[in-house]
C-alpha cells in the first residue's frame, strides 16, 4: 500500500556531500514521523536522524552538525544533506517512515530498500 524509495546513494571522497531522498508514494494520508537509519557490514541498524511532522528534527551524536534532515510534506518526500562525510559514514541508509493511509485506522511503519553511501579515505 505505501512504497518509500531511496535515491542519491553513490561514492563520494572524503569530506564531499551527498544528498539522499525518500519518496513514499501509495495510499497515504499523511506521513507522521520519518527518518534516516544506517547500517554498516557487521553492525546494526542505527538511526541517524529523525523528523516529525511538524518539522522537529533530531540527530545522532555522530552526524550533528554536518547532516541536515528536511521533508517536503506535500511531495511526501524527506531528505538527507549529508556534509563532510567520513569513511566511517559507509553504510547502507535506510528510509523510515510511520504513515497514516487511506484505508484503514491507525499508523503503519514502512521501510525503503535503502541506498549504498561509500566514502572513501
Known amino acids: 500500500q505505501v512504497q518509500l524509495v531511496e535515491s542519491g546513494g553513490g561514492l563520494v571522497q572524503a569530506g564531499e556531500s551527498l544528498r539522499l531522498s525518500c519518496a513514499a508514494s501509495?495510499?497515504?494520508?499523511?506521513?507522521?514521523?520519518a527518518g534516516w537509519y544506517r547500517q554498516a557490514p557487521g553492525k546494526q541498524r542505527e538511526l541517524v536522524a529523525s523528523?516529525?511532522?511538524?518539522?522537529?528534527?533530531n540527530y545522532a551524536d555522530f552526524v550533528k552538525g554536518r547532516f541536515t534532515i528536511s521533508r517536503d510534506n506535500g511531495k511526501n518526500t524527506v531528505y538527507l544533506q549529508m556534509n563532510s562525510l567520513k569513511p566511517e559514514d559507509t553504510a547502507v541508509y535506510y528510509c523510515?517512515?510511520?504513515?497514516?493511509?487511506?484505508?484503514?485506522?491507525?499508523?503503519?511503519?514502512?521501510w525503503g530498500q535503502g541506498t549504498q553511501v561509500t566514502v572513501s579515505s
Open positions: 501509495g495510499s497515504i494520508f499523511s506521513i507522521n514521523v
Open positions: 523510515n517512515a510511520v504513515v497514516k493511509i487511506l484505508s484503514k485506522p491507525g499508523l503503519y511503519n514502512y
Open positions: 523528523i516529525t511532522g511538524g518539522g522537529s528534527a
